[in-house]
């Protein structure tokens, strides 16, 4: 989440009127905020965190163990298993503290495998084992009891290799009595690349059945190669889909888009790939995913005209 006290009013403005969470989009990452060992920087997530609570929304932390936006004394130190461990326990530690009573929620774990279902290759899986997993989902829940933990992914929403993998790790720690909350869907989508609202309602479900919450946490639909209103309806019926599939789900408690507007995506703004315009004005998206939400469509009225 960029930019919120930037030069563009219309982001705030656009964030207030329309939506009621928030998630950092790189400002609790490891890289900005133990960018020196031991040394932590909250300073851009608290910004971030404050205005949000100002403002009667909740925070999804985002994210404590991934293998990228890692600081260089991290990468390119050599430690042993024991050390490693001890470095992962304490920035998890000194963070989930930090924003305990502000951050609701917490990707704990942050895209742990492979598209064939394997565990990925990174630093913490390769020194600690695949240990780091329970062990990282322990440590936030002793810093923070009340904190919902996430593992937060992406190709997970359709029967697959990383589904099967997912809800196989899921169940595993489940029956070990690890604290893991909920499983983040990301849902970086294109206008050729998206499940079905059966297959989404199918891995929502699978997962509700092992006793676990639910979000779609990362939604936007890439249009690169399209233009028109063809592109942004389709775009829209894409939205729509995850929203329905969400609301249809008693167990999907959030719904987020990667970005406020296409101003501010990491895809950049040629890929159009959210439901706010560069210009912050509502797309067919917006009021697909407020249909999809069952949500008033006055919050649209409001956001497209940028008034908060
Ligand atoms: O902050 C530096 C800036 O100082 C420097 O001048 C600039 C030059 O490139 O880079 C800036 O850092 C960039 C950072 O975003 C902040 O803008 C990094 O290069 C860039 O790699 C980084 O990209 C982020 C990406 O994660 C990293 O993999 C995106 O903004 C962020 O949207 C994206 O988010 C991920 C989720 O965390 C996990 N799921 C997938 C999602 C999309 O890739």
Same mark, same amino acid.
């Given at each position: 989440?960029?930019?919120?006290?930037?030069?563009?009013?219309?982001?705030?403005?656009? /964030?207030?009127?329309?939506?009621?969470?928030?998630? @950092?989009?790189?400002?609790?990452?490891?890289?900005?905020?133990?960018?020196?060992?031991?040394?932590?920087?909250?300073? @851009?997530?608290?910004?971030?965190?404050?205005?949000?609570? #100002?403002?009667?929304?909740?925070? &999804?932390?985002?994210? /404590?163990?991934?293998?990228?936006?890692?600081?260089?004394?991290?990468?390119?130190?050599?430690?042993?298993?024991?050390?490693?461990?001890?470095?992962?326990?304490? &920035?998890?530690?000194?963070?989930?503290?930090?924003?305990?009573?502000?951050?609701?929620?917490?990707?704990?774990?942050?895209?742990?495998?492979?598209?064939?279902?394997?565990?990925?290759?990174?630093?913490?899986?390769?020194?600690?084992? @695949?240990?780091?997993?329970? /062990?990282?989902?322990?440590?936030? &829940?002793?810093?923070? @009891?009340?904190?919902? /933990?996430?593992?937060?992914?992406?190709?997970?929403?359709?029967?697959?290799?990383?589904?099967?993998?997912?809800?196989?790790?899921?169940? #595993?720690?489940?029956?070990?009595?690890?604290?893991?909350?909920?499983?983040?869907?990301?849902?970086?989508?294109?206008?050729?690349?998206?499940?079905?609202?059966?297959?989404?309602?199918?891995?929502?479900?699978?997962?509700?059945?092992?006793?676990?919450?639910?979000?779609?946490?990362?939604?936007?639909?890439?249009?690169?190669?399209?233009?028109?209103?063809?592109?942004?309806?389709?775009?829209?019926?894409?939205?729509?889909?995850?929203?329905?599939?969400?609301?249809?789900?008693?167990?999907?408690?959030?719904?987020?888009?990667?970005?406020?507007?296409?101003?501010?995506?990491?895809?950049?703004?040629?890929?159009?790939?959210?439901?706010?315009?560069?210009?912050?004005?509502?797309?067919?998206?917006?009021?697909?995913?407020?249909?999809?939400?069952?949500?008033?469509?006055?919050?649209?009225?409001?956001?497209?005209?940028?008034?908060?």
């Amino acid at each position: 989440m960029p930019d919120l006290q930037g030069d563009d009013p219309r982001y705030a403005e656009t /964030l207030d009127a329309n939506f009621d969470g928030v998630t @950092p989009e790189n400002e609790m990452k490891w890289d900005t905020v133990e960018p020196q060992q031991g040394v932590f920087n909250f300073g @851009p997530a608290d910004t971030i965190v404050n205005y949000a609570l #100002q403002h009667g929304m909740s925070v &999804h932390g985002h994210n /404590l163990v991934w293998n990228q936006q890692l600081p260089t004394w991290l990468t390119s130190g050599t430690w042993s298993k024991d050390q490693l461990e001890q470095i992962l326990q304490q &920035h998890i530690e000194a963070e989930v503290t930090h924003f305990r009573g502000r951050v609701e929620e917490w990707d704990v774990i942050n895209e742990p495998f492979n598209n064939d279902g394997t565990l990925q290759s990174n630093i913490w899986s390769n020194v600690i084992g @695949p240990d780091y997993i329970p /062990l990282a989902l322990e440590w936030a &829940h002793d810093a923070d @009891p009340t904190a919902k /933990l996430f593992i937060n992914d992406y190709n997970i929403d359709w029967a697959g290799p990383k589904e099967e993998a997912m809800l196989a790790l899921a169940a #595993q720690l489940k029956s070990e009595g690890v604290p893991l909350d909920g499983i983040g869907m990301e849902e970086h989508l294109s206008l050729n690349w998206a499940p079905s609202l059966a297959q989404l309602e199918q891995a929502m479900q699978s997962y509700a059945a092992l006793g676990l919450d639910v979000e779609v946490t990362e939604a936007d639909v890439d249009t690169t190669g399209y233009s028109g209103a063809a592109a942004q309806s389709q775009q829209a019926e894409i939205f729509g889909r995850l929203a329905t599939a969400c609301r249809a789900e008693s167990a999907c408690i959030r719904f987020s888009v990667w970005g406020v507007s296409d101003a501010v995506s990491w895809l950049g703004s040629a890929a159009a790939a959210l439901p706010f315009d560069q210009n912050y004005q509502a797309k067919p998206a917006w009021a697909a995913i407020l249909a999809g939400l069952d949500e008033p469509q006055s919050a649209l009225q409001e956001g497209s005209t940028g008034e908060p």
